[in-house]
């Protein structure tokens, strides 16, 4: 168990796994390799912007669908 000194600290900390599972390259995935990689700090803005675009997407695949 890892015990840090301030609520930011860990944020930061799940901040840098919750990019690590959600980056598309396979380095970053790998644990020993993590800290070689750059990461964003995920906070609730990214999060929201993140799924805010999922929903475009989502939105559009469904426009294109109907168009067929």
């Given at each position: ?35 070689r ?32």
């Open positions: 168990m890892l015990k840090l000194s301030s609520e930011s600290s860990a944020a930061t900390v799940r901040a840098a796994f919750v990019n690590a599972l959600e980056s598309p390259k396979p380095e970053t995935r790998n644990s020993e390799l993590i800290t990689a750059p990461l964003k700090l995920s906070t609730p803005a990214y999060f929201a912007e993140r799924d805010a675009a999922e929903l475009q997407l989502m939105k559009r695949i469904e426009e294109l669908k109907l168009t067929k």
